[in-house]
């Protein structure tokens, strides 16, 4: 039995899409900082307008908790939450050691003991993750606690992690074409490049949210790839050619990226056979 109606989901993609483009256009016409966090909190608005829909639809009586639970607040295994926080690592990490041992001027810490490195950054990332869940878990409850599992009882699996991860990305466009986000490459490259980044990150949070039933790991990967990539290995990192090698449209990136998404997705499939 279907969960969400078909007007919700109608009423989920109308919404998330009209909204964030005026606060898009806002942003660009007027750069307001803070408008970046409302952005990332439409998905859970346009998510709540959705439920609310298909519960009157349906003619439901939920708990708060009832209803807090459908949009994939719910506790989950501890193991899943590390994977969220590794997996960004792996595959961003990487890229990033490719790189600065490709171009080792280009690496602020170059020549510096790996002690001294890890002394300054590893406090840092850890609080910044914990922080970066305020903004995070704004879109995944739109994306993989909303969107996701609403196309699940429409379209097979790899259907909708597919098409709920290239939503996603193109949810992203305006800034990226129009605003100053990963700024350092020319469009024409940056465009593609950033969905081919961001779909396979799409994938692989939307298999963790399903093995864990929980939209947490997905919030804690989302907030952790944003804040290991912008807020630490983007900073100690420069370079003319920089994202074409690194960041979310970065090759390097892109390979990594893809080869833990095609893997976790054949391991998931295994599974369930």
Known sequence: MKIWTNKSLISFISTVTILSLIVEVLIIKYDIQILYLLLMWVPTISATIANIISINEKREKLSIKQYINRLGI??????????????????????????????????????????????????????????????????????????????????????????????????????????????????????????MCVVPVGIICGILTIKSNSIWPATFLHAAHNHFDQGIFGLITRGDKMMYYVSETGFLTIICAWIIAIMMLIYYLKKEK
Not at 96 to 118: E, R
């Open 74 to 195: 719910r506790d989950c295994k501890t193991y899943y939450i590390i994977l969220g926080i590794l997996i960004p690592l792996v595959y961003l990490l990487i890229p990033y050691m490719i790189y600065w041992k490709i171009y080792p001027d280009n690496f602020a810490y170059h020549g510096v003991a790996i002690i001294v490195v890890l002394s300054d950054i590893t406090l840092p990332m850890i609080v910044g993750i914990f922080m970066g869940i305020l903004s995070a878990i704004g879109e995944e409850i739109g994306w993989r606690g909303y969107m996701l599992p609403s196309l699940l009882e429409r379209v097979d699996l790899k259907k909708a992690l597919l098409i709920t991860s290239l939503f996603w990305a193109c949810w992203h466009l305006p800034i990226l074409i129009f605003g100053d986000y990963m700024s350092g490459a020319s469009l024409w490259y940056k465009i593609p490049a950033f969905i």
